[in-house]
């Protein structure tokens, strides 16, 4: 009787055990208790009748049946989402209210709900409200009671007696991420109508009342799971080592994929609106930049040094022959050799210090990862290009050739004023990039090297030394030069470029950058640790080039034998790998986006923006292939 009893109370101890195993499990793979179960019942209700729809769990604790405003969104590539939100006595009927509304919708059977691959399902609930005297209160800045932060707080208001709710979910969804946008975006919502984009803003913040801040709590359906969303983006997403390689081949497919038979790349990509007319140039959807050009081959280059996929190199050689299409040679003499002559990258209408210098950059890291020197003698012409723009004082000049001066003429002789006019804070970091690689990787030719590095100590000592006193203006709380920072990383491994003056200007334009970044302590808001800021308050920036900035400081710290200051540099710098990490266009957080596909793989200009730009994918995908090797 006795082994009965303890049989007994161990068969007990077991299911015990079993059943708090199984709990745990279920709670470390679903954001809540029953939520895979939820979803599914709100699945099969909308393909049913809505009055015989019975939920089979609950939602968190955070939910007030009867006070939260609900939310169901329904999403599909190819169709415009649906969505209805209501408030009702309990969780059930307030399903059963939104179902059925959904179901009333014109375009509702288009939906394939059976498919849950096809269709998802986003469920948001308001869990704070907080009202507000009146909407010019509101700021994107102040870290105060009124503070608006995209993707975290939305609204609810009044116009003309109706009541409306602007969730949080739908900066990230619709692409927002300003006020103004959110404004304007309200504005044509509520029938406010005009041709001034500003007169229809200023209309809805004079007429709306009863204005509210709400925060919600959202999850979202992938497939056969429930996903939890902080900003509109999943909450929890993969950081480790090998998570962040197969992200930044994944944006090199990306690049490589949007690629055309010329051997340029898609420019830029609004995933949000499903169109490629670039922001900035909204009149001209065929505009393209040749230095990003260049930019997005860099990073095919990088993506072959980290994986050794031929299929990288293919395509990087392909855009490095469409890149050579847009560059000129100088007028020469007959007597001149190849190798003497100068080559220079020109397009729309100009030829850029910059342009040159990336291009260079792009066609040195090609013979020197592929051992083909296919592209030597255009890489001699651009070097000797380069040179020639480094004027007595050490001063590259920033233009070649530009529209507005001197008639669109070579510009060989420049007055002081047109020099400061000319001058750009980027250029001459690139050109010094390009000319370290060539002197570093070539075969060596002793006086034509030691020109190379005499001209770019030269035009390094202007820019660590001069260019403070003589463009004050250009500098910023948070440092923006790391092309030159990654110049200086390259040429450190030349004994002769080894300045302390130079390393000093890379470690200390590395700790502005660290100080002005959201930390573990300072962070308003928690995936903000890792972003910069201008001033502190500011949005979130996410920002891969600087990222590359501060891991060049991390290698030239350790050629420079400061141990502890590379692995404070590389710990910083895993911080802002992980924030940028948010911006990565998973499958998962394309919920809303139209063609999913198009934008799949790729990195985001911001956190709630939809917008991509090769650069973006290209500073980000290559700090992370610099990055990666240095984890463990």
Not at 20 to 30: A, D, G, P, S, Y
Request: proline share 5%.
């Amino acid at each position: 009787m006795h082994k009965k009893k303890i049989t007994l109370s161990l068969s007990i101890i077991l299911i015990i055990l079993i059943l708090v195993t199984l709990f745990l499990w279920q709670k470390r793979t679903e954001p809540f208790i029953g939520a895979s179960a939820l979803f599914m019942d709100i699945r099969q209700g909308l393909q049913q009748d809505a009055d015989s729809f019975i939920p089979s769990a609950r939602l968190p604790h955070d939910y007030v049946e009867g006070k939260s405003q609900l939310y169901l969104t329904l999403y599909q590539p190819g169709l415009k989402p649906l969505r209805w939100g209501t408030i009702r006595s309990s969780l059930s009927n307030t399903l059963k209210r939104n179902i059925a509304k959904l179901q009333k919708a014109r375009t509702f059977p288009e939906f394939n709900l059976q498919d849950m691959d096809k269709s998802r399902i986003l469920l948001e609930y308001i869990t704070k409200r907080q009202p507000v005297d009146q909407v010019g209160l509101l700021s994107t800045s102040r870290l105060d009671e009124y503070r608006f932060e995209p993707g975290i707080t939305g609204l609810s208001f009044h116009y003309k007696g109706q009541k409306y709710y602007y969730m949080p979910t739908e900066a990230f969804s619709r692409s927002h991420m300003s006020l103004n946008q959110v404004y304007h975006y309200l504005a044509r919502r509520v029938g406010i109508k005009g041709k001034k984009r500003q007169s229809r803003i200023g209309r809805f913040k004079r007429n709306v009342t009863q204005v509210e801040l709400i925060e919600s709590r959202a999850f979202v359906s992938y497939k056969d799971r429930v996903i939890e969303l902080y900003r509109g983006y999943p909450k929890n997403f993969p950081t480790h080592k090998q998570a962040m390689q197969q992200s930044l081949l994944n944006s090199a497919d990306w690049v490589m994929q949007n690629m055309d038979k010329q051997g340029n790349f898609l420019y830029y990509y609004d995933a949000a609106r499903d169109n490629t007319a670039d922001f900035q140039h909204p009149k001209n959807p065929h505009y393209y930049n040749i230095l990003r050009h260049s930019g997005g081959t860099i990073t095919l280059l990088r993506a072959y040094e980290l994986s050794g996929d031929s299929k990288y190199l293919a395509a990087a050689r392909h855009s490095l022959d469409y890149m050579l299409t847009k560059s000129r040679l100088e007028p020469f003499s007959p007597s001149e050799s190849d190798t003497e002559k100068s080559r220079y990258v020109f397009y729309n209408k100009k030829a850029k210090l910059g342009g040159t210098g990336i291009a260079l950059v792009a066609l040195m890291q090609y013979w020197h990862l592929s051992g083909d020197d296919h592209y030597h003698v255009q890489a001699r012409q651009m070097t000797n290009h380069l040179l020639s723009r480094i004027a007595d004082d050490g001063e590259f000049i920033g233009y070649y050739i530009h529209p507005l001066y001197q008639d669109g003429k070579p510009l060989i002789n420049v007055t002081p004023a047109e020099r400061k006019k000319l001058f750009s804070f980027y250029y001459p970091g690139e050109a010094l990039l390009g000319l370290a690689l060539y002197e570093k990787h070539v075969p060596k030719d002793d006086s034509f090297n030691q020109t190379i590095r005499e001209k770019s100590i030269q035009a390094l000592d202007f820019l660590v030394h001069e260019r403070p006193k003589k463009y004050p203006e250009l500098f910023l709380a948070l440092p923006a030069d790391s092309w030159l920072m990654q110049a200086i990383e390259e040429w450190w491994d030349h004994p002769q470029m080894q300045d302390p003056a130079y390393s000093r200007f890379v470690f200390e334009d590395a700790m502005k950058m660290i100080e002005h970044s959201y930390n573990e302590t300072n962070s308003p808001y928690p995936d903000y640790k890792g972003h910069f800021y201008y001033q502190y308050g500011d949005h979130a920036l996410p920002d891969g080039a600087r990222a590359e900035g501060l891991i060049a400081a991390t290698y030239l710290a350790r050629k420079a034998g400061e141990e502890i200051l590379a692995d404070y540099f590389l710990q910083k710098s895993t911080d802002i790998a992980k924030a940028l990490m948010q911006t990565y266009n998973s499958p998962e957080a394309l919920y809303a986006a139209p063609a999913p596909e198009k934008a799949v793989g790729a990195f985001r200009f911001k956190l709630t923006r939809q917008w991509l730009r090769v650069d973006s994918v290209q500073h980000t995908a290559c700090f992370l292939a610099r990055l990666t090797p240095l984890l463990e």
